[in-house]
Nanobody, 123 residues
Framework: VQLQASGGGLAQAGGSLRLSCAAS??????MGWFRQAPGKGREFVSA????????AYGDSVKGRFTTSRDNAENTVYLSMNNLKTEDTAVYYC???????????????????WGQGTQVTVSS
């Protein structure tokens, strides 16, 4: 089982980026995004359940970020708009194991992790 994140890079404040996370080896009901800035803990960004309308967002990104999924491609996306310098971090995709279709904001509930992709937002 592997989660492969991509799409990070450099953006200006107010700009946009789109991250992708492709899962291989199995499918997952719940997948999420977390981020970690230098010197800080891992922060919940968003998660999506089995259906497209079942989503959750961290307070700091609500209204700016949107998560979606393509079940046929076993891929989840994070569309990031109106980026701020404080969005700079390494972004990780994660997936909950088992058959639970319940979103969690806790990183400890996700047993599968991608390698992380750097997002840098300049002012």
């Amino acid at each position: 089982v592997q989660l492969q994140a991509s799409g990070g890079g450099l953006a200006q404040a107010g700009g946009s980026l789109r991250l992708s996370c492709a899962a291989s080896g199995r499918s997952f009901k719940v997948m999420g995004w977390f981020r970690q800035a230098p010197g800080k803990g891992r922060e919940f960004v968003s998660a999506i359940g089995e259906s497209a309308g079942y989503t959750a967002y961290g307070d700091s990104v609500k209204g700016r970020f949107t998560t979606s999924r393509d079940n046929a491609e076993n891929t989840v996306y994070l569309s990031m708009n109106n980026l701020k310098t404080e969005d700079t971090a390494v972004y990780y995709c994660a997936a909950r194991g088992g058959l639970v279709n319940i979103i969690s904001r806790s990183a400890s509930q996700y047993g599968y992790w991608g390698q992380g992709t750097q997002v840098t937002v300049s002012s």
